[in-house]
């Protein structure tokens, strides 16, 4: 059985807006933040981004499992890419050293390096990905499962592809509830993961018994799905119709417009070298 994300009716100004509208703002919005490298901007991106959450009125205990797994990724890859200065060359030419030291790791001798340009990319770096990510979560925890399926086919997908997008919506909270219930089944056989040793390899080995059951179970399950929609035919007829119907008011058109204006400003902006990536010069 398919589940949903940890959806809830609160009636806020977030969910009285259109689905479809709120999609098509939130991917401009997406490539509007993917074009710009200019730390200023990204700060009012981020603030505009988490106070759509609250806007929404999402609580601490409905995100924290994504957000302990975003920002833990998100700060490993923007030390990474500070500590190495790679991938900022699409951003900076110049580097002006602030800092440098030599370390000796498994016999090889490493020299990370910290610039100015570095740390501004990397915050600019961190800025932007938890932007998109806090945009990201309005999708799933702001429109009902009921119109995953519905919302997709108004953006002009195909009946199949909106459906099979209705299904990749569900698939990850369904993921989550099947390592839930295999990892409390072993645990009741004595499995105890936490406290098996060993290195890496060994650690990875002794996941066997909780991947392997979610990996053919998944399987089976999506087998199951795609029975079940064979017996009743779908795909069969050139038009699908809908149970639930959308329709645009006025405030969508808005949104609409607002997300669409923002994103044809931001490439206009970056065309004339506005929002290019920005140091303060006082710090140099």
């Keep these: 059985m398919l589940v949903?994300?940890?959806?809830?009716?609160?009636?806020?100004?977030?969910?009285?807006?259109?689905?479809?509208?709120?999609?098509?703002?939130?991917?401009?919005?997406?490539?509007?933040?993917?074009?710009?490298?200019?730390?200023?901007?990204?700060?009012?991106?981020?603030?505009?981004?988490?106070?759509?959450?609250?806007?929404?009125?999402?609580?601490?205990?409905?995100?924290?499992?994504?957000?302990?797994?975003?920002?833990?990724?998100?700060?490993?890859?923007?030390?990474?890419?500070?500590?190495?200065?790679?991938?900022?060359?699409?951003?900076?030419?110049?580097r002006h050293l602030n800092w440098q030291a030599t370390w000796t790791l498994f016999g090889r001798s490493?020299?990370?390096?910290?610039?100015i340009e570095q740390l501004f990319f990397a915050a600019s770096q961190f800025s932007r990905m938890l932007s998109m990510a806090a945009l990201s979560l309005l999708i799933p925890f702001t429109i009902h499962p009921a119109q995953y399926g519905v919302t997709f086919k108004g953006l002009g997908l195909s009946d199949k592809f909106a459906v099979a997008t209705d299904l990749a919506f569900r698939f990850v909270p369904t993921l989550g509830r099947d390592f839930a219930t295999?990892?409390?089944?072993?645990?009741?056989?004595?499995?105890?993961?936490?406290?098996?040793?060993?290195?890496?390899?060994?650690?990875?080995r002794n996941l066997a018994p909780l991947i392997i059951p979610i990996t053919i179970g998944a399987i089976l399950g999506a087998e199951d799905i795609i029975d079940a929609m064979d017996l009743r035919?779908?795909?069969t007829r050139p038009k699908r119709t809908w149970?639930?119907?959308?329709v645009y008011r006025r405030?969508?058109?808005?949104?609409?417009?607002?997300?669409?204006?923002?994103?044809?400003?931001?490439?206009?902006?970056?065309?004339?070298g506005i929002i290019a990536f920005w140091v303060p010069l006082g710090w140099l």
Aim: one cysteine or more.
């Design 182 to 204: 295999v990892l409390d089944a072993q645990r009741a056989r004595g499995y105890e993961v936490e406290r098996l040793g060993g290195g890496l390899v060994q650690q990875v």
């Design 4 to 94: 949903n994300w940890n959806y809830k009716e609160r009636n806020t100004i977030v969910q009285r807006l259109d689905p479809r509208a709120r999609v098509i703002f939130i991917l401009c919005a997406i490539v509007a933040i993917i074009l710009v490298w200019d730390l200023r901007v990204l700060v009012l991106w981020l603030a505009f981004s988490l106070l759509t959450l609250r806007l929404a009125r999402l609580t601490w205990a409905e995100m924290r499992r994504f957000w302990l797994v975003v920002l833990p990724v998100v700060t490993f890859l923007v030390t990474l890419t500070a500590l190495t200065g790679r991938g900022g060359e699409e951003a900076y030419r110049e």
């Design 251 to 272: 405030k969508d058109y808005v949104l609409i417009a607002v997300g669409v204006t923002i994103l044809v400003l931001t490439i206009i902006l970056r065309r004339l």
């Design 110 to 115: 490493l020299s990370p390096s910290l610039s």
């Design 233 to 235: 035919a779908f795909g």
């Design 243 to 246: 149970v639930t119907q959308l």
